[in-house]
């Protein structure tokens, strides 16, 4: 198999059944070429990395009245621009993880300041992150409880870990899914943006990344509004890039008709195969075609 070179990626956010505003915010494309952000635009993206990374962000902003909905705005266009700015850091597997930490750190202050001013007082934002690079791996950040999955061979697995006291008692073993979800701290997370009183410390890492995965960023009004299962079940019948928007909407849409209680957003991108052939290659198989 070639290797993977393309993605297709789009996403979608819905205010839900209950809130008043959508507090939500989610950016997608490639570093200094076309992107979505909030608006899914007219079909979904296709992005070859050869030309540049790829990026895909979700923001759930916290604060409520206090303008969670600017603090997560703020976290979309500080980390895109600021990774834009870095993009020669993104070709080098030894600086990509702490270009993603300084963009993060410096969408972190950005927020923190405008939390300090009237009105905004005790505003944040969670973070989830993934920058996809040429050379196959899919690196990413996060700070909060909105989440990262992947999608691979029919099985989802959750890549980010929920920086909260449910997040962690489940990861550990000590809640089940059904537990985590009917506990009464479930809300509480002690990691954001634009949070004074925490040491700001999000996790990063890398995931190589294969032909046929997907990739979900989502808030926790998606995870809230569908078990791991019926992630799962709506992610298995995504194929082919004519797939990747029926399924952010069937993931959305479902969501919202199960709970809705929050905002809810999905952001997806699916690992296409193959990079064109290279001359080389080109002309060994024209000469085995007899051409």
Same mark, same amino acid.
């Given at each position: ?232 079940? !709506? ?12 399924? !952010? ?17 999905? !952001? ?24």
């Amino acid at each position: 198999m070639p290797n993977p070179a393309a993605l297709c990626l789009d996403g979608l956010t819905d205010i839900g059944n209950r809130r008043q505003n959508n507090e939500d915010a989610w950016w997608a494309g490639q570093l200094g070429g076309a992107s979505h952000s909030m608006e899914s635009g007219p079909a979904p993206l296709q992005v070859r990395l050869a030309e540049a990374a790829a990026l895909l962000i979700v923001s759930d902003g916290v604060g409520g009245a206090n303008a969670g909905e600017v603090a997560s705005q703020m976290a979309i266009g500080q980390i895109s621009a600021e990774l834009t700015r870095q993009a020669g850091a993104l070709h080098d597997r030894a600086t990509i993880l702490p270009a993603i930490k300084t963009a993060m750190d410096a969408a972190n202050r950005a927020i923190t300041l405008k939390a300090a001013e009237p009105g905004f007082d005790g505003m944040g934002a969670t973070l989830s992150l993934v920058c996809f690079a040429h050379d196959a791996h899919a690196y990413w950040g996060q700070a909060g409880d909105s989440r990262i999955y992947l999608f691979r061979r029919g099985r989802l697995r959750q890549i980010s870990h929920d920086h909260s006291p449910v997040g962690r008692m489940r990861q550990g073993g000590k809640l089940t899914e059904a537990e985590a979800r009917s506990h009464p701290l479930r809300n509480q997370i002690d990691q954001s943006l634009g949070d004074p009183n925490a040491v700001f410390a999000p996790d990063t890492g890398a995931e190589p990344f294969h032909a046929g995965d997907v990739f979900l960023l989502c808030s926790d009004g998606l995870s809230d509004g569908l078990w791991d299962h019926e992630i799962e079940a !709506v992610l298995g019948r995504l194929h082919t890039a004519d797939d990747v928007r029926p399924t !952010v909407t069937a993931l959305v849409t479902q969501a919202k008709s199960s709970s809705g209680r929050d905002n809810i957003t999905a !952001v997806l991108a699916l690992i296409e195969t193959g990079p064109p052939a290279t001359p080389a290659t080109t002309g060994r198989w024209r000469r085995w075609l007899g051409l």
